[in-house]
């Protein structure tokens, strides 16, 4: 994974919290998941749990500029589909960042046990009785940007609702990419190769070719264009 500087961490996790579309993050699952990109700008000094601290912080700090909103998912349904307001609790101020702060410890302890490397003693007790329902999501606003359709209002035609679903599919797979064929079984089995087409036209994707090593076929990788 490519190094990044420790002022760009802020940058990238709202990025990842915005690609996550409508239905969020959970914090465990991002602070995981973003912890090389945050150890890497600590040239290796800094343990596990301050390079989670890291991207804790800077999704904390997202939503007290605005750009996201913490909540308390509680149930299994609510993680499936998007966050309506009324079924969650948001979470703001001190107890977001103890809550934070509480997902950082779990997930730095995940990735110590991952590399062997000896258990630390937990130091942020308090918040942990909502850090394992804590969830980020980004505003509208934030999302759109980050697909690379912040000035749809601007167009003559909008987005459909299956395009812009398909288009947030392609933004969860970042800099991997998704297959159509993930993204037909994503649509319920019907091809998306239109849809693909229709946003590589509009300049919010593209797609490459790759060999599937030893079968001789072909794939189809789409990515966004930003």
């Known amino acids: 994974m490519a190094r990044i500087a420790r002022d760009d961490v802020a940058r990238e996790t709202l990025d990842r919290i915005a690609l996550a579309g409508a239905r969020g993050i959970h914090a465990r699952a991002l602070l995981e998941r973003d912890l090389a990109v945050a150890l890497a700008t600590t040239e290796g000094e800094a ?11 800077a999704a904390c700090a997202a939503c007290a500029r605005g750009d996201a909103r913490a909540y308390v998912v509680s149930s299994e349904r609510e993680r499936r589909g998007s ?33 062997g490397m000896s258990e630390s003693a937990s130091t942020s007790a308090n918040g942990s009785s909502v ?30 609702d299956n395009a812009r679903t398909i288009l947030e599919a392609i933004g969860r797979a970042r800099d991997r990419g998704v297959t159509t064929v993930e993204l037909n079984a994503a649509n319920k089995g019907k091809s998306v190769d239109h849809v693909v087409k229709q946003l590589a036209g509009a300049g919010l994707a593209c797609w490459r070719k790759t060999s599937v090593r030893g079968s001789g076929k072909t794939n189809n990788v789409v990515y966004l264009t930003r």
């Not at 343990?47 to 912080?57: F, K, M, T």
């Not at 703001?92 to 779990?106: M, P, Q, R, T, V």
């Open 83 to 115: 966050l309506e307001e009324e079924e969650t609790s948001e979470i703001k101020g001190e107890l977001l960042e103890a809550a934070a702060a509480a997902a950082a410890d779990e997930a730095a302890r995940r990735a110590r046990a991952r590399v």
């Open 47 to 57: 343990d596990a749990r301050d390079a989670s601290i890291v991207v804790a912080r």
């Open 131 to 160: 850090s394992s329902g804590l969830t980020f999501v980004a505003t509208d606003a934030v999302r759109a940007r980050a697909l690379g359709i912040g000035d749809e209002s601007t167009w003559e035609n909008g987005l459909s």
